[in-house]
């Protein structure tokens, strides 16, 4: 059984192979499969295109600095300098919602805790914060030098999260008493905004708009339709309630602004989606073809429209069964099997996410749509494009 789907997913490869090279008509198939990784999930290292200093999109799990890759893999937070990869901060993949590199060269990360620590927490709160619809996400913020030593917390237990500017967020104290925080990135403090009572108000949407951070809080057990308003001054660091509508039609957008935002375009729905990055010059694309049916999918990678590697992924209850999976633990399970035959494992094929800095693409296992409140499932691999 396991020989016959193989087949077909040689026949899915050979197929957008086909695809992929119509119009160029090679005589033989330019694309080889992507080498085996090592544990960590990382590609081998390989000659990589001339790419500017980037932050990675569209998630950012990944930056390049222009002497360092920082990423998010299995076990943590890692730097890749040369062949030389180090974890620097031990964690789960999911736990990492956000990797930035700041103005002034510092590297900041978000993490979320882990399941226990969140419900070691949840005894010490109302038991409402944790059940209401929304994600209850809580995170620590950690900031450490350019290499990504030396992290100290800047903020611990904190939610609702949202950059105001390029230098400041807004959130929320994880705690009894709920309290309204206002975090300084360029000067590593933190501000409790007086004027706002939140030890029994849960925020149901909060935006930023013209130096103004607006944000609607309701009693916990009280219907949406009975939010109150408020406006958040961030020069004069006051808030008040207000009425009205909203300028949500004006709301921005911000994230640390040390680095560039990869260029890169997603276009396309499931089964079929095609990413284009753009970089040193170079126009790298990646089509991700699914087979829900047959639990796999094929990803062709093609610089300047020739096919260069192609990579095999398949979801692991598909090819094995599903108590042998679990008996070893799905995480275990899949990180020793990825490798075998040139063929990588994913959970679900469908939550497969493709993320690009520096030059590499990192293929991620992400089950929640952009917004979520946890970084990836896992780091299924990394592939270096050859110059």
């Known amino acids: 059984m396991k020989r016959m789907k193989r087949f077909l997913i040689l026949m899915l490869a050979l197929a957008m192979l086909t695809g992929c090279a119509a119009g160029t008509a090679p005589e033989e198939p330019a694309a080889t499969p992507a080498a085996p ?7 081998p290292p390989a000659p990589t295109i001339e790419v500017a200093a980037e932050s990675s999109a569209p998630d950012p799990w990944a930056l390049w600095d222009g002497e360092r890759l920082f990423y998010v893999g299995n076990d943590g937070l890692h730097r890749r300098e040369g062949e030389q990869d180090t974890v620097v901060d031990a964690g789960e993949s999911r736990q990492y919602l956000g990797l930035y590199k700041l103005e002034d060269g510092r590297l900041l990360w978000i993490k979320r805790l882990t399941y226990a620590q969140e419900q070691a927490l949840a005894a010490e709160l109302p038991a409402w914060v944790f059940s209401h619809d929304s994600d209850a996400g809580v995170y620590d913020l950690f900031l450490a030098d350019a290499q990504g030593e030396n992290a100290q917390p800047l903020a611990e237990n904190v939610g609702n999260l949202l950059f105001v500017s390029e230098t400041q967020l807004v959130c929320v104290g994880m705690r009894a008493d709920r309290p309204l925080l206002l975090v300084d990135l360029a000067a590593g403090s933190v501000q409790e905004i007086e004027g706002v ?5 849960l925020l149901t949407q909060c935006f ?3 130096g103004v951070y607006y944000f609607y ?3 916990a057990e009280q219907d949406e339709q009975g939010a109150q308003g408020y406006a958040l001054d961030l020069a004069a660091r006051t808030v008040e309630p207000f009425s009205g509508e ?7 957008t911000y994230a640390p602004a040390g ?3 990869a260029q890169c375009s997603v276009s396309g729905e499931i089964p079929e989606q095609t990413y284009v990055y753009s970089a040193g010059g170079a126009d790298l694309r990646a089509v991700l073809r699914m087979d829900m049916d047959l639990g796999a999918a094929v990803i062709t990678f093609l610089m300047d429209e020739e096919p260069v590697s192609l990579l ?4 692991v209850y598909s090819f094995y069964d599903y108590d042998e999976v679990q008996a070893a633990g799905e995480e275990a399970f899949i990180l020793a099997h990825q490798s075998e035959d040139g063929v990588y494992y994913a959970a679900y094929v469908e939550q497969l996410r493709l993320s690009f800095a520096g ?4 293929v991620y296992e992400a089950g929640a749509a952009d917004g979520a409140a946890s970084g990836p499932e896992r780091l299924v691999c990394a592939v270096p494009f050859a110059a």
């Open 37 to 43: 990784a090592p544990e960590d999930g990382t590609a």
């Open 197 to 201: 009572d939140l030890s029994n108000q």
């Open 208 to 210: 930023v708009a013209d």
């Open 217 to 219: 809080a309701l009693e």
């Open 246 to 252: 909203a300028p949500l039609a004006d709301a921005e």
């Open 259 to 261: 680095l560039p935002q």
């Open 312 to 315: 095999e992924v398949q979801s």
């Open 359 to 362: 030059g590499w693409a990192f």
